[in-house]
């Protein structure tokens, strides 16, 4: 089952990662999205939580995502992590808009 939170700064990230983990998620249950890799990468990094990495796409997705837009790679993330592709095609669009998304999943 997952959990997917929209938040719009780093400081609500953080927020929210806090309210998950005393909810009973670990930090490896919880990935964080946000429209720049290097973005996404910096706040996983200081949140001490996870990015969508080659364990949860795949070689292949991995692969094809060197030749995907920004936006279908994102989407196919999101997908790899349980949304549908009506969730993922939402959920890309909160991060078009500068926001973050939190994924907690069990």
């Known amino acids: 089952m997952e959990n997917v939170y ?18 009973g998620y670990t930090k490896d249950e919880i990935y964080v999205v ?3 890799e290097d973005r996404t990468e910096q706040l996983s990094d200081n949140l001490h939580v996870n990015e969508v990495g080659m364990k949860e796409e795949g070689v292949f997705d991995k692969i094809a995502n060197v030749f995907r837009s920004r936006g279908d790679e994102l989407r196919s993330q999101f997908e790899n992590l349980g949304l549908s ?8 669009e909160e991060l078009d808009k500068g926001y973050i998304v939190i994924v907690a999943k069990r």
Do not use: F, M
């Open 85 to 92: 592709e009506a969730e993922a095609d939402r959920y890309e």
């Open 6 to 23: 929209v938040v719009e700064n780093s400081v609500k990230a953080k927020d929210k990662i806090d309210q998950l983990t005393l909810q």
């Open 34 to 36: 946000a429209h720049e």
